[in-house]
């Protein structure tokens, strides 16, 4: 549905130099986003993607590192530590937050707290990209100033966040996980979308399909 941006080896090699023995010259191309869309055409068994090369994306080192950066955070796909190490990168070519926060259209306060993310124990930071009840959010530590705190303070804060999210016991030992719900099929997922019951389904499908569509529906859903 949608492409993924790619730029050709040697536009990418000739802003990053440093990464010539890192990206084999067997590649043709270097990926500049999409990379969770390919992780998942992989693990549906499916060995290509389409792409759209765009050597414009490699003029220089801070336009690709923003290109990369856009398109995830736009569909907030980044986690804060992710978004922290873009940040870091930028800060390297631009120097400035200021300049940062202008080129990716946000505020300074925003980079400043991804700044801060960087001060934070690498337990801390390992938190913040865990899924779900365990994630430990930005908002959290930006209030508590955890990145002002010494290394010991930062992992007793999160340690007592741990027990308080019931992630850990009073020693400290992690509690199991709860156990991972099955796989739910294709079928079953559109089902649950479109409205579980057969009325609701019907009312669902009644507001996208045509009246000749419907009646090529029921037919066939009432064939042996």
Known sequence: MQPSACVTRSAYLAIF????????PTFDWVQVGGGRRRAAL??????????????????????????MADENLE????DPVEEALVVKQLLTELKTGNAVAE??????GWV???????????????????????RLSLDEVRKGKWHEL??????ANLQVWRRR?????????STPPPAPRPRMSRVRAA??????????????????????????????LLRD
């Open 17 to 24: 130099p440093e990464d010539e023995e890192a990206v084999s």
């Open 42 to 67: 992989l693990l549906e068994g499916k060995e290509t993607i389409e792409v759209r090369v765009r050597d414009s994306l490699a003029a220089s080192r801070v336009s690709f590192i923003r290109a």
């Open 75 to 78: 569909d907030e796909t980044l």
């Open 103 to 108: 080129l990716m259209d946000r505020t300074p």
């Open 112 to 134: 400043s707290q991804r700044k801060n993310v960087l001060l934070l124990q690498p337990e801390v930071q390992a938190q913040m990209r865990e899924s779900g009840e365990a």
């Open 150 to 155: 010494s290394r010991d303070q930062q992992l």
């Open 165 to 173: 999210r019931g992630l850990t016991n009073e020693e400290g030992e």
């Open 191 to 220: 089902i649950q979308r479109l409205g579980e019951t057969p009325a609701a389904i019907a009312e669902t499908l009644r507001s996208e399909l045509s009246a000749e569509q419907r009646r090529e529906l029921a037919e066939a």
